[in-house]
Structures are given as C-alpha cells and as structure tokens.
C-alpha cells in the first residue's frame, strides 16, 4: 500500500512539474489572432454557386410586361377559405386562389385593347405541390360583353420540376379582357381551381 501511495505521489509530482521542464524559461506566451470578417452586403437569400439552379428548368415565360397583374379581376362563383381572387394577379406565387366548384372563371380588364398571344398560369413553384393537371380554356373580349374562345379546353401538367406553371401560347389577337376558365383539376386535397399568378402577355 506504502509502495503504490508513493508511486501516486511520484507521478504527481512530474505531471505538475512537466509544462516547467519542457518550457523552461525562455517560455513565451503565444498570443490570440481574431480576424474579424464583414458580412457580405446581401439582403436576400443567395443560393450557393455550388449548388445548381432549380430555375434553368422552369418554362420560360414571354419577355415583357405582364399586362393582367395589378388589374381588375373578377371570379364567378365563390372562393375557398382565405384564398381570394385578388391573390392571383398581385405578383406573388407565395399566395394563391382557389374556386369553390366548377366551371370558375376568371376574367381580367386590362385596361384597353392590347395585342396578347400567351396567357400563363402558375402554382406555387415549391415541390410541397405536388404534380397535378388541370382544364383550361381561354376567351378575350374588347368590349368586356362578346368572348371569344381562341383555346380550347385542353388538360395542361403542373410540376414543380419545371415551376409548376404552364403557358398557353396562340395566335396574336387583340383583346381588352381575357378570361380563363377552369373545368378540371386532379389535385386530391382540393374541389376546386387553383393558381397563384396568371399572367397575359
């Protein structure tokens, strides 16, 4: 019990002696370099270059002015909940209408008459939407009275894959409004419509 109380003792000794044996007296102390590293100037969320852009294999949409956003817009029929038919022209696919039946329509007056060929329609791009189809059809008046249909009902495939949008593109005509109508939609959780940005070019 003597002999391993005074092995202990020993040990102790040169572990508490140890950092004055190997430093001796020409020890220095090293001192602490803090780098201090500006945020970059961002105001959004950057996607790291590493990382590849979901968008490169979103269906392209027309260059120029979206003539149906921000314009009077009405719906036949009722919505759901809180999703209202002013969210489908207000610039933002976070929000979304949803109709309450079929057919809904959906009619915008863009102001005057306009030279238009494509109507687009967008679901939210995230892939929490699952793939989907719908019915569209789609008429334009001048005179807000007399439609004309220049597409057919016809069934289009939303998939986040390609930004959950579609675009219907046709002949050049002139219109001052433009209606879309919905017959049909495969989505399961939902009775109705929907879209969160329709768009006329």
């Known amino acids: 019990m003597r002999t391993r109380k005074k092995v202990c003792a020993l040990v102790l000794a040169l572990v508490l002696a140890l950092p004055c044996l190997c430093l001796g007296e020409d020890w220095e102390e090293i001192p602490t370099v803090v780098t201090i590293v500006s945020a970059p100037d961002q105001t959004e969320a950057q996607r790291p270059t590493c990382f590849p852009d979901p968008t490169e294999n979103y269906i392209p ?20 909940d809180v999703y209202v038919i002013s969210n ?43 793939p989907r189809k719908q019915e569209i059809a789609v008429q334009v008046s001048v005179d807000g009275e007399s439609f ?12 986040a894959a390609t930004g959950n949008r579609v675009r219907i593109d046709f002949d050049p005509t ?21 879209a969160a940005e329709i768009c006329v070019y």
């Open 61 to 80: 949409l027309p260059e120029g002015e979206n003539l149906a956003e921000n314009k009077p817009v009405l719906a036949s029929g009722t919505h759901t």
């Open 174 to 194: 002139q219109a001052a409004y433009v209606r879309v109508i919905f017959t049909k939609n495969t989505a399961q959780r939902t009775g109705g419509a929907q």
């Open 88 to 130: 489908i022209n207000d610039g933002s696919t976070s929000t979304y209408w949803e109709s309450n039946g079929y057919p809904a329509e959906v009619t915008f007056e863009l102001g005057e008459i306009y030279t238009v060929s494509t109507v687009a329609v967008c679901l939210n791009p995230s892939s929490i939407w699952e």
């Open 148 to 159: 004309k249909e220049i597409v057919s009902a016809e069934l289009y495939s939303f998939d």
